[in-house]
């Protein structure tokens, strides 16, 4: 399994041959997005305002890697990942997924992880919070994993869940209906801490 | 599907972004940073433009409060958040999602706890004011009063 270090200032990335699709319904944190990612030297980027735009440059194809929000009206990003990882065509289902969210209760994050997002955000975006997450991704070694109930990057961490289409054993396992959030938001360590790999014991 | 299949695929960050060339990390972030910057004035007018509408909507000024959705506070108070970074420091967005979270246990438990939005709007507004210019720990006494209110609410229930 890869193990994530952190990024120094003087490593290098090159992004400017990467094809990011940026998507948010609210105009102002789209070209927030923008401007970081712009920042990073990236030259290449398709900005639209909500799910189905994304499905269709998606199915266009040529997109490497995509940078959703959360909340969005109609379709939301966790259902735009959802697509990705089980219906969008080849190679684009396996394209590296980084969801942005402004509210981060626990419920939330385990739902992006285990819908197949490779990493998860709080807002607002920090430029050197997404950086690292890109270091990472270009990094890792994670395979993808296609199964019935889990459809993304291998996410072996230390508490797995109830197997699909169960109820589970525990009082804290979680069932596939996600429901209101209503515990509070998790820091962005605390998000780190679900959604990075980390070895266990198979 | 019968079983779980784990394969190597394609990652072209992986091909593209690692090798010779491109940009140091620290200034990338820099750049970033800078071109951030040009947003500020941008984010700080929506930052208040939110805030206003939040008061106007659901403050205690406004006697017709009890019919808005509290879906439409939920979207204010996310718009504060995206665009909390130009503020950095003032604790608004940590604010910002302490409404988030009050709304969430609002709709959960079906409920809406006038008293406890008229905190967390009070403290946005101070925040707003005087955030950047309180000390770390005066910003952390604030917000976990209001989480406070939270978990109180949430344990009344």
Known sequence: MATLRRMLDGDKLKLDGINFLLVDDNPHALQIMAQVVSGFGVRNMTKVDGAAAARQELLRGGIDIVLTDAQMPGENGYKLTEWIRREAPEPTRYVP?????????????TLGRDI???FTIAKPLLPRVLLQRLFWISYEDRQFVQAEGYVGP???FKRLGPPADTEGRRCDDLTGDLGAASQPNLSQSEIDALMKPAKVAL | MSGAIFRRVPNKLAQLAVGRGG???????????AALDDLKDASIAIIDDQLAEIDRLFGPGNPDRAGLSLDILYAQASQIIDAGGGLTG?????????VCDLVSLS???NTCDWDAIDVHIATLKVLRAQGQSLTASQRLTLLKGL???TAKRAGEV
């Open chain 1, 116 to 118: 197949g997002a490779n």
């Open chain 2, 107 to 109: 709709r959960a438990n």
């Open chain 2, 90 to 98: 003032s604790g608004l967005e940590e604010c910002a999602r302490a």
């Open chain 1, 97 to 109: 997924i980084v969801i942005v969210t402004g509210h981060t209760p626990e419920s939330d994050v």
């Open chain 1, 154 to 156: 291998d996410r072996r």
């Open chain 2, 23 to 33: 940009i140091a990390v620290g200034e990338a972030v820099k750049r970033a940073n």
């Open chain 2, 147 to 149: 989480s406070d209110v």
